[in-house]
């Protein structure tokens, strides 16, 4: 049984030094390779449906895209100054804060705005490299996965993701001021799950980690934004990685249960060691670059700040129950649920599952018709 420094580097979780010592990849590179040992899987057995709830999702997939080029009204006036003033809970969580002896106390109305902008393009910046790290993982699921049902559905999440990132990107590039580089922290999960050879690993850090975390972050953006094309992405995008997180918790738990405790125990380390890679990604410690801040400053702050960290644990609504229907939660004398604790997201193991509520996200007929085509 590893130690938390052993998975993640440092014993204390909120170790500042350690966290920001973690360094970003070259940002000049515009490509990146990162060694995949998986081995390409084929399978004899055609057998369409031997898994009626993958066999659902796919066919739920085939009728469930839409054309980013197309359905989505690019011809939007976005005034990025206006949606970051109408939407300040988005801008750090430092409302109703005592901020005078702090790098923010000669800060005006400007500053805040311009903070706002930034987290903004930042986190869009990040979803849309997650959203092509999803891309490259899944096409390595359709490689890897044994069953036919599985490659089938994986293979529309592939043109999901493409989707994904091609409507991301433009909207930085056309309606904003354009993206920031890969945050280091969320480099190193991509890294790991790409790396790692076992298909299931691929599917947990991915379809239960990374993309539940996104779609928790989707839901909170989309009810928070005042920007109509931004709203309209948002749940075009969400209604698609409601079935992809669905994937991951189908297909892992009739896998997971004929693991040993010691091959379940490498899933919730793996778990874990993501949990806080995601989390350490939102300190944002590139904005604070950009603001000409030093996040040595700021980063304490947000560590204390009660607003942030509702938000940051908010981001796991989606994982920690998945985690509990795919019994890592309590296996091994519950090691990952004492983690969880630690990181003060256990709370959310009560609520609905992804696979049971993913088809809550669908599109809706008329939606389909109207905007979708």
């Avoid at 599917?203 to 928790?216: D, F, S, T």
Wanted: hydrophobic share 40%.
């Amino acid at each position: 049984m590893s130690t938390t420094e052993d998975l993640i580097g440092r014993a204390d979780l909120n170790d500042l030094e350690a966290i920001l010592s973690v360094s970003a990849p070259d940002r000049e590179e515009s490509i990146r390779a990162v060694r995949d040992n998986a081995d390409a899987i084929f399978t004899w057995d055609y057998e369409k449906g031997a898994r009626p709830a993958l066999n659902k999702l796919y066919e739920k997939a085939k009728v469930s895209m839409w054309n980013g080029e197309t359905d989505l009204p690019w011809d939007t006036v976005v005034d990025q100054e206006e949606v970051a003033r109408n939407n300040q809970a988005l801008a750090g969580g430092f409302e109703n804060l005592d901020l005078s002896h702090t790098p923010f106390a000669k800060w005006g109305d400007k500053e805040w705005t311009n903070l706002g902008m930034e987290f903004q393009n930042w986190s869009l910046s990040q979803f849309m490299h997650g959203e092509q790290g999803a891309l490259i993982c899944t096409a390595k699921i359709v490689e890897t996965v044994p069953w036919i049902d599985a490659k089938y559905y994986a293979s529309t999440q592939v043109m999901d993701e493409a989707r994904h990132v091609e409507v991301f990107a433009r909207y930085l590039d056309s309606k904003l001021n354009g993206h920031y580089p890969l945050n280091a922290h969320l480099g190193l999960l991509l890294e790991d799950i790409i790396e790692d050879s076992r298909w299931d690993m691929t599917y947990l850090g991915m379809q239960i980690m990374v993309e539940g975390l996104a779609l928790a972050a989707f839901g909170f953006m989309h009810q928070m934004t005042t920007e109509p094309l931004l709203k309209q992405l948002l749940r075009y995008v969400m209604s698609d990685e409601a079935r992809h997180v669905a994937f991951g918790v189908l297909s892992l738990q009739e896998y997971y249960a004929e693991l040993t405790a010691a091959e379940l125990m490498e899933r919730q380390e793996f778990a874990f060691e993501a949990a806080v890679r995601m989390r350490d990604r939102f300190m944002q410690q590139e904005v604070w670059e950009r603001m000409g801040l030093n996040p040595r400053d700021v980063l304490p702050l947000l560590i204390d700040n009660p607003n942030r960290l509702l938000f940051q644990q908010m981001l796991f609504t989606k994982i920690v129950p998945n985690c509990k229907k795919l019994g890592l939660l309590d296996a091994n004398d519950g090691w990952l649920r004492t983690r969880f604790q630690e990181l003060g997201v256990i709370d959310f193991e009560h609520l609905t599952d992804t696979s049971d509520e993913y088809q809550a996200f669908a599109l809706s007929d008329a939606e389909l018709k109207t905007e979708v085509g």
